[in-house]
């Protein structure tokens, strides 16, 4: 039996538009909501050459923790990059909190070291200087000790930029 987490809260699957589901993540995490978007690191070929990249470990599909009872679900609905909440009939359907603890602990990527901080895939993190000074972004991963990746959204774009280590902060805005 499925049990209710602290204040009730519960995770529910979000489908999102195909190829959007980091940018339906950063606006999700952005409007506060508590987002698991399970990411994996493979090596791929592109134009010739053999680089890592970062995807989706469901390409459609991310988990948002709510409140079935106090939450608002309409915002979620209305969110770029998302489709709907997964239901059966009006009723949006949780996902058993064992299924994403295990997930948590399959996907879990190394923490890579900057400074004082570390940092997980997935978390907010803030530029604190150069180009993107100020802007925020989600981590993707480490390379090397000396570079990190970061997913912005510019121009409504999602991008990777590669910046130094030192360059970024957890983030400061919840």
Known sequence: ???TGPEGLRWYAVQCKSGESFRAAEHLSHQGYTV???IMQREKRQ????GQVVEPLFPWYLFIRMNPQQDNWAPVRSTRGVIKLLA???APVPVPDALIDTLRQQVDDQPVASGAYRFSVGERVEITEGPFKALEGLFVH??????VIVLLNILQREHQVTV???QIRASQKS
């Open 88 to 90: 059966f009939g009006q």
């Open 1 to 3: 039996m499925q049990t």
């Open 36 to 38: 698991f978007h399970p």
């Open 164 to 166: 130094g280590a030192g």
């Open 47 to 50: 134009r010739g050459r053999t």
């Open 142 to 147: 480490g390379k090397g000790e000396e570079r």
